[in-house]
């Protein structure tokens, strides 16, 4: 516990540095190399893929995706490179078919493609006017909700949610963690309106709050069924405490995706 806690007042406030403070296209450098240490996690630490060079090119590929959220030119340039990385990974396929199946090219386009998308949200996010204010909104989301969930979990705990993939999580946790993420979201529009002279809709803060929490939940079951199914731990140790980045960030590729949906639909402040 004490080593968790160290990486994470030693990390947090490295990660807003250069979220908050950096030239925009750190965050998306940063955050193309998370998505690849994601993808080889996903591909190499569960052992769901054999073959190292598929797994090297859903890397550059994840990369790829998170870079392209930051740096602001076409669709275009993304639809390249997804489609070289589908050229090749059946390139591999046809030359050794017997080795590399069907399968292994659906689980490097989760791992290359539609993983880094998803967490790459926080990269448009950023890149949007005013993405300063508007990417800390689903860490608000993540962390307030993960907070109401321990303490609500551990006091009112009774009704298991999902005890085959994650024992610890209880219903009236998540309901701790639904009302714990509006609680959040409602003071975060608070800030940006009193400090920051923006336009909050407040009411749209309450559906932040409540489907950001959900989200969480979701995210987390959706790894954490993974290493059951792949029965591993961790998803590594990179994060000393949290171990490796999907462990750390599974709730986010979900909350992140739902943040820059909403904020594009039902922007929360202008």
Known sequence: MKTRI?????????????????????????FGVMAAIAAYELLQNTRLMTHPRLSIYSMVCAFWCALWSGLGIGYGWLL????????VLFAEMMRDMEKITFSHVA??????????????????????EKGRFYILLPFVMA???????YF??????????????????????VVGGVLAAILGVVIYGLI??????????????????????VAGVFGDLCFSVIKR???????????PGHGGILDRFDSMMVVGPLAEVLMLILPLAV
């Open 6 to 30: 160290l990486a994470a007042v030693v990390l947090l406030p490295l990660l807003l540095l250069i979220v908050l403070a950096a030239p925009k296209i750190f965050t998306a450098i940063l």
């Open 80 to 87: 390249l490179g997804i489609l070289i990385f589908w050229v």
């Open 107 to 128: 689980l490097c386009v989760a791992a290359g493609v539609v993983i880094p998308l998803l967490f790459s949200s926080l990269v448009r996010l950023h890149a949007m």
């Open 143 to 149: 962390f307030m909700s993960d907070t109401g969930a």
């Open 152 to 173: 609500a979990g551990l006091n009112f705990g009774k009704h298991k949610l999902a005890p085959t993939i994650s024992p610890k999580k209880t219903v009236e946790g």
């Open 192 to 213: 940006l309106n009193v400090f920051f002279d923006m336009t909050v809709n407040f009411l749209y803060a309450f559906a932040y709050g409540a489907l950001g929490a």
């Open 229 to 239: 199914q792949t029965g591993i731990k961790d998803y590594g140790n990179l994060i």
